[in-house]
């Protein structure tokens, strides 16, 4: 004797297909930002080993064409081979230079260790009226985390926007499997 489904479980089978649905659509979405002039990197493992970097100069619906830096061949991408997406959202000063001034500073601390060794070892009349060997590591530490930053301000930190890829489809279709009667299980394959 057959089973036929109620509609309560019915009910169910449509919640779970409409919940699945919608963060596929808001991701999808979001892949619709990779339109021509866009500076994008973007993983597709079936298309290219790595990731790879470059500008949007042709979309349709299913590909993306991207135009890599150096002389390196375009790319023709499918949208659904991309498995991950970022799109290049300018420049930011300040994290450039809080960047610069941590190598700037680390640069200060190596060359103001040796500036206070020389410093300290100083001997003769020609020593007299020269800082410490503290003062010469300070200021060599502060001049650096100071050019540091100035340097870090000028060149900015490049920004990005970690885009959502929908999940891949199976055929097409997401795949229904059925479970225990009465019930069913929703298989998404990434």
């Given at each position: 004797?057959?089973?036929?489904p ?9 919640l779970?297909v409409?919940?699945?649905a ?12 990779l ?5 994008v990197?973007?993983?597709a493992?079936?298309v290219v ?19 890599r ?20 959202r ?9 960047r ?8 200060g ?6 500036a ?47 885009l ?13 499997a059925?479970?225990r009667?009465?019930t ?5 394959h990434?």
């Amino acid at each position: 004797m057959r089973r036929t489904p109620s509609s309560s479980a019915l009910f169910r089978l449509a919640l779970v297909v409409l919940a699945a649905a919608a963060p596929l659509a808001r991701a999808g979405a979001q892949l619709d930002a990779l339109q021509p002039g866009t500076r994008v990197r973007l993983r597709a493992p079936s298309v290219v080993a790595g990731r790879a970097e470059g500008s949007v100069f042709r979309r349709t619906p299913d590909t993306v064409y991207v135009a890599r830096a150096h002389g390196a061949p375009p790319l023709a991408i499918p949208v659904i081979a991309i498995t991950a997406a970022e799109r290049r959202r300018g420049r930011d000063r300040g994290a450039g230079a809080a960047r610069g001034a941590l190598w700037g500073g680390g640069v200060g601390v190596a060359l103001g260790a040796l500036a206070a060794r020389a410093a300290e070892t100083c001997e003769g009349l020609g020593c007299v009226g020269t800082p410490s060997s503290g003062a010469v590591f300070a200021g060599t530490v502060a001049v650096g985390t100071g050019v540091g930053a100035g340097v870090g301000a000028l060149i900015g930190v490049q920004r990005w926007q970690r885009l959502r890829v929908p999940a891949r489809m199976v055929g097409g279709l997401l795949r229904l499997a059925r479970g225990r009667p009465g019930t069913v299980r929703l298989t998404l394959h990434f």
